[in-house]
């Protein structure tokens, strides 16, 4: 049965690029996926090339990483697809075809896939009557935020990717593609499944596949849920699947490296951020978590197989990013003896000053937590007797308009602090974007691509 | 019955979309997912987490996994990077889910975490 072997290069940035080095030299790939983006990273990228256009791509991926993975991938064939091209495509394609030509590769065949850059295509879905409802919120329309929008990128299939692997792409670099497609592209590009009924469970397994390979060292260790079982932590690999052409899959990992591949760490990716996990919502299929079957095999090695789905939606999700002010934090430590009834005291003074101009705490957005007592889970957890603790990082977050606001606002706790006290030079105050998360129809968001050649 | 406290049951892992958190809890076996089953509710999660979550709970079940998936609205303080939370991914969720008590059937076996 024919099998394809794909790597995850990077789950997240910044990845480690010798990681992706030993996949190419050790784990005998045919692709390697980057993904490089978060949530965020659009907005924040869209922002940096307005400033300098040619910014907007990840290029500790793209120019350093790419320094060191190109070669190798080049020298065995093995073919790349990223979304590391960020709002900049065209330019990190430069990027790698200058570092191809300073290699002395030759007739590398780099594409630039196109159209997940929905900004200016907003207006005109507008006209024809689609609201762009907030999904989280409900909010209906984006009248409120249209003046404040950064950025605004739908999450796109495989449809380019596929094209530029027909073409004979060695490097595919997309933009907000959606992570999944980085590895459901070249599965059904080198099985030839097409987006058509008899291949819809296939793909819900590509898709599935994707999903838990995607995350990359996840799979391997990484922030694991048995992290105390992970052998050499420092040195966890990147993972690979075996993809076989009936639709079932191994989980593995880079022969040598540290880490762990087994049952846990990867049904850990199939509850990772799948919500309705009957219904795994991906531009290119919609898979169903529900029916996989998860064998650890030994040996970092888990396979998965009764993988199912059902076609691809006719929306695709968007991503708009818009300004929504300054936020500024402070972080002071007090320490014992008291350390809880002193920091107690922090928070106090400060809100007693902020009501001395007049500011109430139900106006203000103003957060304080007690680093090492409840600053990641507030009272969900129990609170150490103050006996037990040594030392309180006072830590306050207040978001306004102006970024002096907001300085202003953490500042009424910082200078209020009991003996002892231990103060670090304050942050500077950071534009804070929010996201609105929202569909559009497919039928609005056509996808290309355009092939360069070192 | 006895209490004992979901992390002697379960593994949880948490991840965020937006304003979303979820949190998959995964079963140290069979038993133990019935168990959970049947007492982690939407009503239950949400009075867990004592205001931090504010919005819809909904708890959905992976039988093929002995796992539950958890989807939490309006959970984040407003997402990252809108919220003030020093968590702006919601990465800790998961861990506070271990906290929560269950019940368990006087003389129940604990099986140790695998």
Not at chain 1, 152 to 173: F, H, K, M
Not at chain 2, 67 to 75: Q, T
């Amino acid at each position: 049965m024919k099998k394809i072997v794909l790597g995850a290069g990077s789950g997240y940035a910044p990845s480690n690029p010798m990681q992706a080095v030993k996949l190419i030299e050790e784990g005998n790939v045919d692709y390697l996926g980057f993904d490089q983006l978060a949530e965020l990273t659009m907005s924040i990228m869209a922002i940096n090339k307005s400033r300098d256009p040619t910014q907007g791509y990840v290029s500790g991926h793209i120019i350093d990483g790419m320094k060191l993975i190109l070669p190798r991938a080049y020298e065995r064939g093995i073919k790349m697809i990223t979304n590391g091209g960020g709002v900049n495509c065209e330019e990190a394609a430069n990027q790698v075809i200058k570092i191809a030509k300073e290699s002395g590769l030759t007739k590398l065949k780099v594409a630039i896939v196109r159209g997940d850059d929905v900004l200016g295509r907003l207006a005109s879905c507008q006209e024809k009557g689609w609201k762009f409802r907030n999904l989280d919120t409900g909010e209906e329309n984006i009248d409120r935020i249209k003046d404040n929008i950064v950025a605004a990128n739908a999450y796109i299939g495989s449809d380019a990717i596929i094209g530029a692997l027909e073409a004979g792409a060695d490097v595919v670099i997309a933009g907000r593609c959606s992570d999944n497609a980085l590895f459901v592209a070249p599965i059904m590009y080198e099985f030839g499944w097409k987006f058509e009924e008899k291949y819809t469970s296939l793909i819900g397994a590509a898709v599935t596949i994707g999903h838990v390979i995607e995350c990359a060292d996840f799979n391997c260790g990484f922030g694991s849920v048995v992290w105390e079982k992970v052998p050499k932590p420092w040195d966890i690999g990147y993972p690979l699947a075996e993809v076989y052409e009936d639709g079932t899959a191994i989980i593995g990992k880079a022969p040598g490296t540290g880490g762990l591949v087994n049952e846990w760490n990867i049904k850990a990716q199939l509850v990772y951020e799948v919500h309705d996990p009957n219904n795994y919502l991906m531009p290119d299929g919609i898979a169903d978590m529900t029916a996989v079957h998860v064998e650890d095999l030994g040996n970092d090695r888990v396979r998965l197989t009764n993988m199912t789905g059902k076609p691809r939606p006719d929306t695709l999700k968007v991503q708009i990013g818009y300004r929504v002010g300054y936020l500024a934090e402070t972080l002071t430590i007090v320490p014992a003896p008291k350390a809880l009834t002193k920091a107690r005291r922090v928070e106090e003074f400060g809100w007693r000053r902020l009501a001395d101009r007049g500011l109430k705490r139900g106006d203000v957005e103003v957060q304080v937590d007690f680093i090492g007592v409840n600053s990641l889970l507030k009272s969900v957890v129990p609170i150490p007797d103050e006996d037990n603790i040594n030392e309180i990082g006072v830590r306050v977050a207040a978001k306004a308009k102006t970024a002096r606001e907001a300085q202003a606002l953490a500042a009424a706790f910082s200078d209020a602090s009991p003996v002892g006290t231990g103060f670090s030079a304050p942050h500077r105050p950071r534009a804070v974007i929010a996201l609105w998360p929202t569909l559009i129809p497919r039928e609005d968001v056509p996808v290309d691509f355009i092939m360069k050649e070192a | 019955m006895s209490k004992v406290l979901l992390k002697d049951l379960a593994y949880a892992r948490s991840g965020d979309k937006g304003d979303i958190s979820n949190v998959g809890i995964m079963a140290f076996n069979k038993d133990n997912y019935e168990i959970l089953k049947k007492q982690v509710t939407p009503e239950m999660v949400k009075a867990h987490y004592k205001g931090l979550v504010k919005g819809e709970v909904k708890v959905y079940e992976m039988q093929n996994i002995n796992s539950l998936e958890i989807v939490m609205y309006n959970a984040l303080g407003g997402g990252a990077t809108n919220t003030l939370r020093w968590d702006e991914t919601g990465k800790a969720m998961c861990q506070g889910m271990l906290y929560m008590e269950i019940d368990v059937p006087k003389g129940f076996k604990l099986a140790p975490p695998p």
